[in-house]
C-alpha cells in the first residue's frame, strides 16, 4: 500500500519529532532531585538521554514503539515495507551504540518507557541503583548512607 503523504510531508514530520519527550524531562527531574548530576542529550554517539562522564556511564530511555518493544512494540498497518526497515534499522543501531560504549569502557543502561508507566518510582530507583553500583566506591553520592 503507497503511503499517503508525500516524501516532504514525511520528512516535515519526522523532523518535528522532539528529540526529549516528556517522559525524559520528568525522569530527569525525579533524578536531579535526587541529588544526582548528569547531562541531558549530550552531543556524544548515540545520543544518550542521560550521560555522567566522570563515570563513564550512558543511560537510554527507550520508547516502545521507536525501538521495537517485544511487549509493547507494535507495527503501524499501512506502508509496513518502511516501518519494518525503519524500525529494524532503530534496533540495529541500539546494538551498535551498547557495543561503542561497552567496548570503551563506559557503562550501558537502556530502559523501557513501559517501566515508568508501571510504577515510576521503581523505575527511577533503577538508574539510581544504576549509578551507585557503577560509580567509584570512594565517591560520596546523594542518599548513601554517612560513612563512619
Request: aromatic residues 12%.
Amino acid at each position: 500500500m503507497p503511503d499517503r503523504i508525500t516524501k516532504l510531508q514525511r520528512s516535515n514530520n519526522m523532523r518535528a519529532i522532539k528529540s526529549q519527550s516528556m517522559l525524559e524531562n520528568t525522569v530527569t527531574k525525579a533524578l536531579w532531585k535526587r541529588g544526582f548530576r548528569f547531562r541531558k542529550n549530550a552531543k556524544m554517539f548515540g545520543k544518550p538521554d542521560i550521560s555522567i562522564k566522570k563515570y563513564k556511564i550512558v543511560i537510554f530511555i527507550d520508547s516502545c514503539f521507536w525501538h521495537c518493544c517485544p511487549i509493547h512494540g507494535n507495527m503501524p498497518k499501512s506502508n509496513q515495507e518502511y516501518w519494518t526497515k525503519k524500525l529494524a534499522r532503530n534496533v540495529s543501531r541500539d546494538r551498535e551504540v551498547n557495543q561503542f560504549y561497552t567496548e570503551n569502557g563506559w557503562k550501558v543502561m537502556r530502559i523501557w518507557e513501559h517501566e515508568f508507566k508501571q510504577n515510576f518510582d521503581t523505575a527511577v530507583d533503577s538508574i539510581a541503583d544504576f549509578i551507585r553500583r557503577h560509580r567509584p566506591s570512594k565517591e560520596k553520592h546523594p542518599e548513601s548512607p554517612p560513612e563512619d
